[in-house]
Every structure is written in C-alpha cells, then in structure tokens.
C-alpha cells in the first residue's frame, strides 16, 4: 500500500501487504512468548500480565485510505487482518490519543488545522508547549525529550525507532535516528523514571 514508489519502480518491487501484516503478528506473538516463558514456572499471583496497547500509526491507516479509495476490497483486507483483538491487544485508532496513568500516547500527535504531526528542532518542547500534558509519540525515527516545570511537571517524549536496519528511502536521514527503546518506569499523574535503552545495550544485555 505503499503511495510513495510509483508502480513499476525499484521501491515498489518485491513490497507484499501480506508479508508486512505477518511480519507484525510474528514479532507480537514473540513479545508474548517472552512473557509467557518468564510466567511459566511462576504461581498465578506472581505472574506479569501487562496491558498491551497498539497505537494505529501512518502505516497502518494507509489500510483505511486505500478501502476509501478502493471500497471494492471491503472484506477482502482490512484493520482486522493486524489480528490486535487475537492477540490481546488494544488497538486505539490512527491520531486518537490513549492516556495512561496521565500520559498520552500516539503514533504521533497533532498540531495546527492540517493535523500535522509535532515536530521542529524541538519535537519534545513543541509536544510540551503545543499538548499541555505530558505526551509520547513515534513517528519520526529520532528520539528528544523535554520537561516543563512548575507545580505540575509536563512531559514530553519522542521516543526514535526500534530496529537496525537503514532504508533507502531515507537517505542521509538514517544517520539522525535514535535506535532503541524506551522504558517509563513508576508512572503518575503525567510523570516518570525515563530510562533508554539503545540496541547496543539491549543485545549486549538480551542477545
């Protein structure tokens, strides 16, 4: 579903909307099967069971657009083929924000009557200044982060992008990217531990 690579071009070829969703159901089925085999030789009462939320990206919604586009492929693909529900995840629609322990997250949030995502050389401080809540977004590939003080302390988070490889399509702008995860730890009231664990650290430590 790829609009940018014309058909017929070098970006276009090989792409598979199937191979995309299977990769995405392979890589949740891992994630839960971490879970399940640190719960297995635990009692019920000490077992780890995490919300799971999937926040609907730019990706994702090109699903919706092209069923608007093409209506005739109604029932054929759809959101329901990312098997969210299956899988125990909620999955929160493309640019509606989900607030967690005072915190809203989203593939990316908005600004201005285009709804463009947040973004500027200061994506943390724009995010803080623009949302006037504490906020966490993807998206963009690089990672900022910021904090407004007062009596209420206001957070922002862009949080980079978890994998290693490097793509064509983006050029020098590889480069820029934070690669890692990020992990927001004693959550409340909009504030938190933030610790970031680039790919380095994560391989060294899990790999």
Not at 17 to 38: C, E, T, V
Not at 61 to 67: A, D, G, Q
Not at 118 to 124: E, K, M, N, P
Not at 129 to 135: A, D, N, P
Request: aromatic share 12%; with cysteine.
């Amino acid at each position: 579903l790829n609009t940018y690579d014309g058909k017929g071009s070098r970006g276009f070829q090989g792409a598979s909307y199937w191979r995309d969703i299977d990769a995405g159901i392979d890589a949740r089925l891992r994630f839960q099967a971490q879970i399940d085999n640190h719960n297995r030789s635990r009692r019920k009462s000490d077992r780890y069971t995490p919300r799971k939320v999937f926040c609907l990206g730019n990706h994702e919604n090109r699903i919706t657009r092209f069923l608007n586009e093409e209506p005739r492929f109604e029932g054929i693909v759809g959101l329901q083929d990312l098997q969210s529900k299956e899988l125990g995840w909620e999955q929160i629609p493309f640019l509606q924000p989900v607030e967690i322990a005072g915190i809203a997250f989203a593939h990316y949030h908005v600004s201005g009557v285009r709804s463009m995502p947040v973004g500027g050389l200061h994506q943390a401080a724009s995010l803080v200044h623009k949302q006037l809540k504490s906020c966490v977004m993807g998206h963009t590939h690089t990672a900022d982060f910021s904090i407004r003080g007062g009596p209420d302390h206001v957070f922002g988070l862009v949080v980079g992008v978890y994998t290693e490889d490097r793509f064509d399509y983006a050029g020098p702008a590889n480069d820029l990217w934070w690669r890692g995860a990020c992990l927001l730890r004693n959550c409340r009231n909009g504030v938190y531990d933030l610790e970031m664990w680039s790919m380095d650290r994560i391989k060294a430590r899990y790999g």
